[in-house]
């Protein structure tokens, strides 16, 4: 039965890719051959907007006042001038109908190589026995007030937890308050707040083999998303005490320190550790984006993974398994958290030609994306500054990361939204494979 399901399945992804290579070729024949001969200038006029765009979006992120707002200006007009081109030529249908095409490729295609569930759905085990002291830390503060907002202390409490508050106004270690609980026989752990607070009690529940319970107090809550838990309803993540299951996730290690997102150096450290970043996020990015662009900021880096050099990145992201294919700056979502690799992805920008690139993704000839189980980090200063899980921290050279593979026993609601089917990157060749096959 399984054999003859997985039979239909490959027979359906080869009609769909050979579908979708025909949808890009009519694309193609409407512009070239429908549309009489002015269509060979329009398709240039379209491929000059197209650069234009892409090189009025990469002078938006590396300049500063008139000339930004002009690049933006820019970046919107340059595909509206298209459009009017067209339309004055009398081809404004031959565009519309050629995009069309195009973009139904692009669905079909996607389809056509999406991954079996197996590849992204992390195994489940039971979640038992049911704790009998589970602990959480809690930040009030985080994600501005969930905590209060949705009750958590008493919803928690209510299922037998012992809570503890981050309201005092001097920092709190939250490590050591999560190994005291341990000690007075605290059997589960657990966090509603940032990713940062995840991560070092996330540590603790791993170093004595304890689960570890996630609540999305945050406020992007990038760990609990790529365990597909609600983001919308931190409360919903307290039914992990009572009718739950465990997942097993890599953690990664960075001086002795726990990530569960990832481990950023150069341009993005550079950013984190600006004290305005956790107010404006976007405005502080945008404001010193051009100076590490340029390679005004920070220190020069080499990295080396297991046998692979990169000498002087401008930015550098070592995440707790590699995230997806479309995304280049840890902001994304990762397909699975149990591979066991590091995913690593460097920015290397000689020229304003590769710097324009970048925005092609991770084809870019400035970046290199790879995985390893360990990676070094050296720079010409004796201290690194480097943003783990999005808290700026500076540790002295050289900096080693590494993963731990299954390390952290995270239980999760067994009633959850769960993790959207990662969407697989358009690559034509193996379409054009996937379609041959006859069978």
């Avoid at 992390?122 to 930040?139: G, T, Y």
């Avoid at 981050?166 to 709190?172: K, N």
């Avoid at 940062?196 to 999305?216: K, N, R, S, W, Y």
Wanted: with cysteine; hydrophobic share 50%; proline share 6%.
């Amino acid at each position: 039965m399984a054999e003859s399901m997985n039979v239909e399945q490959t027979r359906s992804r080869r009609w769909l890719a050979r579908l979708s290579l025909l949808l890009a070729l009519l694309a193609v024949v409407i512009v070239v051959v429908f549309a009489d001969l002015h269509s060979i200038a329009m398709l240039a006029v379209g491929v000059v907007g197209a650069v234009v765009s892409l090189g009025a979006a990469f002078v938006f992120l590396s300049r500063r006042g008139v000339v930004r707002w002009l690049a933006a200006a820019a970046f919107v007009l340059a595909p509206v001038a298209v459009l009017v081109v067209f339309a004055f030529a009398g081809l404004a249908w031959a565009a519309v109908a050629s995009a069309a095409s195009w973009a139904l490729a692009v669905v079909t295609g996607r389809q056509a190589l999406a991954p079996d569930r197996a590849d992204w759905q992390m195994p489940e085990h039971p979640a038992a026995p049911p704790p009998a002291r589970p602990f959480l830390i809690m930040n009030p503060r985080s994600g501005g007030g969930k905590v209060g907002k949705f009750d958590l202390k008493r919803k928690a409490e209510d299922l037998g937890a012992e809570v503890f508050l981050m309201d005092g106004q001097e920092p709190v270690d939250v490590a050591a308050v999560a190994r005291q609980a341990v000690a007075r026989g605290a059997d589960l752990l657990g966090v509603a707040g940032g990713d940062g607070t995840q991560a070092l009690v996330a540590g603790v529940a791993a170093e004595h083999g304890l689960p570890f319970v996630v609540i999305t107090a945050g406020t992007r809550n990038h760990f609990a998303l790529d365990l597909g838990l609600d983001r919308d309803d931190p409360a919903a993540c307290l039914a992990a005490l009572r009718d739950g299951v465990e997942l097993h996730v890599d953690l990664g290690m960075i001086a002795g320190q726990t990530f569960v997102n990832n481990a950023s150096f150069g341009a993005y450290a550079e950013v984190v550790e600006s004290p305005a970043y956790r107010d404006d996020k976007l405005g502080t990015t945008l404001d010193l984006l051009p100076d590490v662009l340029n390679g005004h900021r920070g220190a020069r880096l080499t990295a080396r993974a297991d046998g692979t050099e990169i000498n002087g990145p401008q930015a550098l992201l070592v995440a707790n398994n590699p995230y997806g294919t479309g995304d280049i700056a840890g902001l994304g979502r990762r397909v699975r958290l149990d591979g066991g690799l590091l995913g690593v992805v460097a920015v290397s920008v000689g020229t304003a030609r590769q710097a324009a690139g970048l925005l092609r993704g991770r084809h870019a000839t400035g970046l290199s994306a790879f995985t390893a189980k360990q990676i070094e980090v050296t720079a010409d200063a004796p201290q690194i500054p480097v943003g783990i899980d999005g808290e700026a921290v500076t540790i002295p050279a050289p900096v080693v990361c590494t993963i731990r593979p299954g390390a952290l026993r995270v239980w999760v609601p067994r009633d959850r939204p769960g993790v959207i089917p990662p969407k697989p990157s358009m690559d034509w060749a193996t379409l054009w494979h996937l379609a041959k096959g006859w069978r």
